[in-house]
């Protein structure tokens, strides 16, 4: 049953808030003058009663003026204020990212790989610290960077950790970045699954769980802070939002983790929207989602977060070949959306003869099978909306009437600056491609990998590579990695005067028993700060 649900907005100051400037007035006072000045009488004959009298009157009335004036004169000093739009850009302080625990959804084994991508501002400010460390639990580990472009990795083949945390402080927190993969060619949870390591939040959106036979989908919600935090998981559904009170005041101890599968909030309902809103606290992120045919895992991976409501929403990394595309479209609200659907590929942009426009009934979700308007190439979707909008899709892999993987994207925005991301395996049979989109205006940008050899302090980056983009079109763009290593990170920087762009990238594993996919959209590198300034008033300087 669908129903109403009051949300409550919370603002919170992080290192990469903004705070706008406050005016704070000076009281006017001039009420207070016009008050005190009075006009007098004439004045009576001398030695009379009444000239007595009138002295008194105005010995007062002097008094009382003088009182009010020095008043109206101490209201009228400024106060020092914050001047509107006084604002500074710094480079942040301090990042933490949250990897959600290994082994949490499957039994993959896992690598999780932090970096510091070299070259972004306040790295060269003084000292810093980095790395990668586990959370309180039964078994632990840690890693350390010690220099821009330093790597570090944290391995869980064969166990399972606790959640990781990656940080970054002083000059090593511009530019840190931090992903999970894993990996399991056919145990019970087969697949290839991968995330981005994100900061805590209050808020976060998933789009594409289920909760039908054979399909798990699990919230995993990981506290860093030492008091609890406590959550609601709204969850959104064909018919509207789910009655689920089991999803609301989830308790999240300090230091811990909580999963919660979705099979217990929307049992039975096959196409899902997950919101998870932080009223006390704050946490970090993750959905997982298997699909088995009986004893076997038949697809796995992560969920990627998708962008916060708004009417213009793309889908980047859609991946090319055989296999259903399914579109999901949430609209979180009390009004109906209606979408309308373009596809960018690398021969272009076009509206679809089919599949042009969606209707979204009022917070429903609503999916479509986009692979017939695709054409098996690697695309982007644009949806454009007249009410705020989420996206998401699931993309499936195997041969004719065979599922043998799946794989998520989710909707973003696009941007202007640098983006990276690590741990890309480097395997027999295995190809990683970065699909880079130019949704407007043509786009140029230079590619750089940062392979990851065990001992090195840092990174030798590779010689640039110049990628150009046509505006409206999508590259799809295969890595070369550099022989003798097992990963690497790779940077994707627009050039001066690009345009902007979307970033996702896709890694495939090929065997005869069926290929392994993963990969996600990515989000651009967390390096400044916008912090207000305080600025002294003229006035109060020369009071």
Request: net charge neutral; proline share 9%.
């Amino acid at each position: 049953m669908a129903r109403k649900v009051r949300l409550e907005k919370r603002v919170r100051l992080s290192d990469d808030a903004v705070v706008a400037p406050t005016d704070i007035e000076g009281t006017d006072g001039s009420g207070a003058h016009g008050a005190a000045r009075r006009r007098r009488g004439p004045r009576p004959p001398a030695g009379s009663g009444a000239a007595i009298a009138s002295g008194k009157v105005f010995g007062i009335v002097l008094v009382a003026a003088l009182v009010i004036t020095l008043a109206a004169t101490l209201l009228q000093r400024p106060t020092p204020a914050v001047s509107e739009g006084a604002t500074t850009v710094e480079p942040i302080g301090s990042s933490v990212l949250l990897c959600p625990e290994p082994g949490a959804g499957t039994d993959l084994g896992v690598r999780v790989t932090s970096a510091v991508i070299p070259g972004q501002p306040g790295q060269g400010d003084g000292p810093g610290a980095a790395g990668l460390e586990t959370l309180p639990g039964k078994n632990s580990a840690s890693a350390k960077i010690s220099t821009p472009g330093g790597q570090a990795q944290i391995e869980a083949f064969g166990q399972t950790l606790p959640p990781i945390r990656a940080f970054g402080e002083g000059s090593l927190a511009p530019g840190l970045i931090a992903d999970q993969w894993g990996r399991d060619p056919g145990g019970r949870g087969r697949g290839m699954a991968s995330t981005a390591c994100a900061p805590a939040a209050s808020e976060f959106w998933f789009v594409g769980g289920g909760a039908v036979a054979g399909r798990t989908t699990r919230i995993v919600l990981v506290n860093p802070d030492d008091t609890s935090a406590v959550v609601d998981v709204i969850v959104h559904g064909p018919d509207g939002i789910i009655d689920a009170p089991a999803g609301r005041g989830l308790v999240v101890k300090g230091q811990d983790r909580l999963v919660v599968r979705l099979d217990v909030l929307a049992p039975g309902v096959a196409a899902t929207a997950a919101q998870v809103l932080v009223r006390t606290g704050r946490v970090g992120a993750a959905v997982d989602d298997e699909q088995q045919a009986g004893l076997a895992t038949v697809g796995t991976d992560w969920i990627p977060p998708a962008a916060a409501p708004t009417t213009k929403v793309y889908v980047p990394g859609i991946v090319g070949g055989d296999g259903a595309r399914v579109l999901s479209v949430v609209a979180p609200g009390d009004s109906d959306a209606i979408v309308n659907v373009r596809v960018l590929s690398p021969d272009g942009t076009f509206a679809p003869a089919d599949r042009s426009t969606i209707q979204v009934p009022a917070n429903s979700v609503v999916t479509i099978d986009m692979s017939p308007v695709l054409d098996k190439q690697p695309s982007t979707l644009e949806l454009t909306s007249d009410v705020p909008i989420v996206a998401g899709l699931r993309m499936f892999f195997g041969g004719k009437n065979v599922q043998d993987e799946t794989a998520y994207t989710a909707g973003s925005q696009p941007f202007n600056a640098p983006a990276a991301v690590s741990g890309l395996p480097v395997r027999t049979n295995t190809d990683v491609r970065v699909s880079i989109t130019a949704p407007d205006t043509a786009a140029a940008v230079d590619i750089t990998l940062l392979p990851f050899r065990g001992g090195e302090e840092a990174a030798t980056p590779t010689s640039p590579r110049r990628v150009k983009i046509g505006a409206g079109k999508v590259k799809y763009i295969k890595m070369n990695p550099p022989a003798g290593i097992t990963w690497y990170s790779v940077v994707v920087t627009p050039v001066e005067g690009s345009g902007p762009i979307l970033v996702a990238h896709r890694v495939r594993e090929s065997s005869r028993f069926g290929d392994l996919v993963t990969g996600y959209p990515w989000r651009p590198l967390r390096t400044e700060v916008v912090v207000p300034t305080a600025v002294q008033d003229p006035a109060v300087a020369n009071g």
